[in-house]
């Protein structure tokens, strides 16, 4: 029991790490925009300007994070006499697994977009919060956009979730068990129930791509393809193309769900490896933070 409180609690600090990094930063950016207002007597425009002020903050806050939490976590693995890139499997790709893992991302993207689709039944509200936030994170400079949401954000929250999450728990917990957990942790993450249940079936899939690959970049590089991809897509107005020819954006999707998508896994699944789980000795790990 104790060593599952351990584990618990191990998974609980390197999330809160991420998570209060952001929170700290948009609460100081918010405080500012307050203070600001108040000095030029203008408390009555606060909450109309709020979101427009705090757009580009939170694709700051979103880089900010991503280079803190990096920071801190190889600090951490240091005080443990361990290599974060180590432990977290940086581990070169073969040319197949490499644009296999591109294609799973392109692919996966469309696969989001249906099961949003299908969310949208149930958890409407929940589906228009997520839209509106994304549409405020569009609003600001399109190279912050595609820094903050399509770079830094896939790099770190893998690291966090496929590389020490995954960690901890496959250390006590079987491989099938181990994809599950971190799967629906990663969703729950994102603090939105129609974005989450997305995002935790994407983490099986990325959860699958670095067991079978045994390296980090596969996941990594699926999740950074459909992030870039949709931040692109958005920008080029792909909203606009869709509702001129549904039929065409139709097929598009049917093709990367249907074919791409499976082709990929398939690959990725063929050419898997032995899996080295990552079995640390208590007694020789020193933890120190």
Same mark, same amino acid.
């Given at each position: 029991?104790?060593?599952?409180?351990?584990?618990?609690?191990?998974?609980?600090?390197?999330?809160?790490?991420?998570?209060?990094?952001?929170?700290?930063?948009?609460?100081? /950016?918010?405080?500012?925009?307050?203070?600001?207002?108040?000095?030029?007597?203008?408390?009555?425009?606060?909450?109309?300007?709020?979101?427009?002020?705090?757009?580009?903050?939170?694709?700051?806050?979103?880089?900010?994070? /991503?280079?803190?939490?990096?920071?801190?976590?190889?600090?951490?693995?240091?005080?443990?006499?361990?290599?974060?890139?180590?432990?977290?499997?940086?581990?070169?790709?073969?040319?197949?697994?490499?644009?296999?893992?591109?294609?799973?991302?392109?692919?996966?993207?469309?696969?989001?977009?249906?099961?949003?689709?299908?969310?949208?039944?149930?958890?409407?509200?929940?589906?228009?919060?997520?839209?509106?936030?994304?549409?405020?994170?569009?609003?600001?400079?399109?190279?912050?956009?595609?820094?903050?949401?399509?770079?830094?954000?896939?790099?770190?929250?893998?690291?966090?979730?496929?590389?020490?999450?995954?960690?901890?728990?496959?250390?006590?917990?079987?491989?099938?068990?181990?994809?599950?957990?971190?799967?629906?942790?990663?969703?729950?993450?994102?603090?939105?129930?129609?974005?989450?249940?997305?995002?935790?079936?994407?983490?099986?899939?990325?959860?699958?791509?670095?067991?079978?690959?045994?390296?980090?970049?596969?996941?990594?590089?699926?999740?950074?393809?459909?992030?870039?991809?949709?931040?692109?897509?958005?920008?080029?107005?792909?909203?606009?193309?869709?509702?001129?020819?549904?039929?065409?954006?139709?097929?598009?999707?049917?093709?990367?769900?249907?074919?791409?998508?499976?082709?990929?896994?398939?690959?990725?699944?063929?050419?898997?490896?032995?899996?080295?789980?990552?079995?640390?000795?208590?007694?020789?790990?020193?933890?120190?933070?």
């Amino acid at each position: 029991m104790k060593t599952y409180i351990k584990t618990t609690w191990q998974i609980t600090k390197y999330i809160l790490i991420h998570f209060v990094i952001i929170m700290l930063y948009n609460f100081g /950016a918010g405080a500012f925009y307050g203070v600001k207002m108040a000095m030029n007597d203008q408390l009555d425009e606060i909450e109309s300007g709020i979101e427009a002020f705090l757009a580009p903050h939170t694709s700051i806050s979103i880089i900010i994070a /991503a280079i803190g939490a990096f920071l801190i976590y190889r600090y951490i693995m240091k005080r443990k006499n361990l290599n974060l890139y180590e432990e977290c499997r940086f581990k070169k790709l073969s040319r197949g697994q490499t644009l296999a893992s591109l294609s799973t991302g392109v692919s996966i993207l469309s696969l989001s977009l249906l099961i949003l689709g299908m969310t949208s039944f149930m958890f409407q509200e929940s589906l228009d919060t997520h839209i509106n936030n994304t549409h405020s994170l569009i609003s600001v400079h399109p190279l912050l956009l595609i820094i903050s949401v399509g770079i830094a954000a896939p790099f770190i929250e893998e690291i966090l979730f496929r590389g020490l999450v995954f960690r901890e728990l496959e250390q006590k917990s079987t491989i099938a068990i181990t994809i599950i957990i971190q799967a629906i942790i990663f969703g729950a993450y994102h603090l939105n129930l129609a974005h989450g249940i997305m995002t935790t079936i994407m983490g099986i899939f990325l959860g699958l791509s670095l067991y079978w690959t045994g390296s980090i970049w596969a996941p990594i590089l699926i999740h950074l393809t459909n992030n870039l991809l949709s931040v692109v897509l958005d920008l080029l107005g792909y909203g606009i193309f869709i509702e001129t020819y549904p039929l065409a954006d139709k097929a598009i999707c049917g093709t990367a769900v249907l074919i791409v998508l499976p082709l990929s896994i398939l690959y990725l699944y063929r050419s898997r490896i032995t899996w080295e789980p990552k079995k640390v000795d208590e007694k020789t790990e020193i933890e120190k933070i």
